[in-house]
């Protein structure tokens, strides 16, 4: 099945266009919002690392240096002082300690949280495969808007011009006394309408070209339709079949259900007692000086080492793990209803696009017919009106049906485009791989699997660097 995803047709067109293709690998280059999906699933990645860390020993080092000074006197019973000198004792101490301890069993709550952050960075990874795709497709619409807007454009602007050539022979005609005030006022009308309808469609044009250059990274030049489209499932029952086994936002939920059922494992094993392994190996350097009648200087070393298994077992931490357990389990609960849920959604979202797709293939068969046909119209009405058959208002509805028919059309073209690549969005096929854009892939996996088992250190590698990842 994959095999027959990947198997999508080239989306060219005419020469020295800038193709669809081209946007789509201009989008994942440079759109700062998938890049910034990117650091937060690396960020969610570190959590594997950490929950190795729970099989991994625990070192510290610990120093300590320091004074202490004592001054002493005698005296007699009637509190005068004795002929005995003043005692002055000093101890300089130095101690240096390093310890180890070691995690032998704490009721499998490593193993646990290991399978919790595995399959959270698995979530990760599919939300921004979901990302990744919701960027590709309003890609995919701003570029198609910009196409139908600019066509929206030049049919109001062919619009514009034909009125106003209308509006020159009703005046002619009126100067001969053929045609009258009424006619003119209208023919003006008409004319301020197709002004007024001009600009409004200039106005939807510079919004789409703006939405375009803030998607796509670059200004919006020479774009066309693509001549062929990727191949789509032949029945509904195949499309919703691989949306349900490939849909990112299913893919999602399924390994955030997982991980909620081993954080509910992970706070069980909190009830179990736990075995560490402790040892400690302290070097202590000290010097003991006593200065009365005779000066005494004393140096002692020493050298302490231990070894120990500490075994705890929790009695009653005041109901805090209780309460844990509890909302670890609502927290499955939910979760493993959010993929139920994002099953049913997908499933209807994918079903109305599926049939919106077949409507506006039929439809664009309709409005071809309607457009060509509109134009006989038309042209037979504007005729009619010269010879005084029918009303200049009839003339210009033939013209502005003419006129609605064509951008009836082109926005069926565009919903077309839209639709098919939403199609391959609900199978989870909009990716740079399925589609095969020539970019260069972020490190997903690699980082993932640098950093699971990584003890120490703080560089991420090159193959992170956003610089290095841009062609």
């Known amino acids: ?18 193709t669809l293709k081209e946007a789509l690998e201009s989008t ?44 002493s006197s005698k005296s007699t019973d009637n ?63 701003a570029y198609a808007d910009v196409i139908f807007h600019t066509k929206s454009v030049s049919f109001n602007e062919e619009n514009e011009k034909f009125l106003n050539k209308q509006l020159q022979a009703v005046v002619l005609a009126k100067e001969v006394g053929e045609k009258t005030n009424v006619d003119v006022s209208h023919a003006k009308a008409a004319l301020a309408e197709a002004k007024a309808n001009h600009v409004k469609a200039k106005g939807e044009l510079a919004k789409a070209l703006t939405n375009y250059e803030t998607l796509i990274g670059q200004p919006a030049e020479n774009l066309v339709y693509p001549h062929e489209l990727p191949q789509l499932p032949k029945t509904l029952k195949e499309f919703l079949r691989i949306a349900q086994q490939r849909n990112p936002k299913i893919l999602q939920a399924q390994f955030a259900s997982r991980s909620a059922k081993h954080s509910v494992d992970a706070q069980r094993g909190a009830f179990l007692p736990s075995l560490n392994l402790e040892g400690s190996l302290a070097r202590s350097l000290g010097r ?17 080492g231990s070894v120990f298994l500490k075994l705890s077992v929790p009695l009653y931490q005041g109901g805090a793990d209780w309460a844990k357990l509890r909302q670890t389990n609502h927290t499955a609960t939910q979760q493993r209803l959010n993929l139920q849920q994002a099953i049913k959604r997908v499933i209807e979202e994918s079903t109305q696009v599926w049939e919106d797709l077949e409507t506006t293939k039929e439809n664009i068969a309709n409005f071809l017919a309607q457009v060509e046909f509109s134009k006989v119209s038309r042209d037979g009405a504007f005729l009619a009106y010269e010879v005084g058959e029918s009303s200049y208002l009839d003339a210009l509805d033939a013209q502005n049906k003419l006129l609605k028919a064509q951008e009836s059309l082109e926005e069926a073209r565009k919903n077309l485009i839209i639709q098919t690549f939403t199609i391959l969005y609900s199978m989870g096929a909009l990716t740079h791989r399925d589609i095969q854009l020539n970019v260069k892939s972020y490190p997903i996996e690699e980082h993932y699997e640098r950093v699971k088992r990584q003890w120490i250190g703080t560089d991420q590698g090159p193959e992170n660097s956003i610089e290095k990842v841009k062609s």
Not at 91 to 120: M, P, R, W
Request: charged fraction near 25%; hydrophobic fraction near 35%; glycine fraction near 4%.
């Open 28 to 71: 994942y280059e440079k759109n700062e919002g998938l890049r910034a999906k990117l650091y937060e699933m690396y960020a969610k990645q570190e959590s594997v690392s950490q929950a190795y860390a729970g099989f991994r020993p625990q070192i510290s080092a610990s120093a300590a240096m320091g004074r202490t000074y004592n001054k």
């Open 79 to 141: 509190n005068q002082l004795s002929r005995d000198p003043v005692t002055r004792y000093t101890q300089d101490s130095k101690n240096v300690q390093l310890t180890i301890s070691q995690n032998l069993y704490n009721g499998f709550q490593d193993v646990s949280n290991i399978a919790v952050s595995e399959n959270e960075a698995q979530a990760a990874h599919w939300e921004f495969i979901a990302a990744e795709q919701e960027i590709f497709l309003n890609a995919v619409k």
């Open 288 to 304: 003991d000086r006593e200065k009365s009648n005779d000066d005494s200087l004393t140096k002692n070393r020493g050298r302490e």
């Open 1 to 18: 099945m994959k095999k027959f995803l990947l198997t999508l047709v080239t989306l060219t067109s005419s020469l020295n266009a800038f």
